[in-house]
């Protein structure tokens, strides 16, 4: 029990148990690059716990996908549907791999990034009346 606190305590966001399919883009050691489909067991601001077919080495840097109906991804933000990740783990689990992921950039810090700047020009135009 010790140890789940300390593991909770390292977390900076909640984890979300929910399922998303992800396309997974890298490359091999030798260069090669792979597309794999794998699913989202739980999402946090931070990372993911990904199940995926493929071992993938800790420190491998991964773009994922989120599938979305084309009429439905030109109207996204480019930040939504692709997110790029550092595999931290890979741990067998019958015939699938759980990565454990960290983001690139935490999602949270990309909208709130938006907000500050939707703010500062609030701001700003409500100076300059």
């Not at 067991?41 to 084309?70: F, H, K, M």
């Not at 990740?85 to 741990?91: F, G, P």
Request: proline share 5%; net charge positive.
């Amino acid at each position: 029990m010790r140890r789940t606190a300390s593991v909770a305590e390292r977390r900076g966001w909640e984890r979300l148990p929910i399922s998303i399919p992800f396309f997974v883009r890298g490359s091999k050691a030798n260069g090669e690059e792979f597309l794999e489909f794998a699913t989202a067991l739980n999402l946090s601001a931070g990372g993911l716990l990904l199940a995926t077919r493929r071992y993938l080495d800790p420190g491998t840097q991964i773009t994922l996908e989120i599938p979305v109906a084309l009429l439905n991804k030109a109207q996204l933000p480019r930040s939504v549907s692709l997110l790029h990740a550092t595999v931290l783990r890979c741990t067998p689990d019958r015939q699938y791999f759980l990565l454990g992921l960290q983001f690139e950039e935490p999602l949270l810090s990309q909208q709130t990034g938006l907000e500050a700047g939707r703010f500062r020009s609030t701001g700003k135009e409500s100076s300059s009346k």
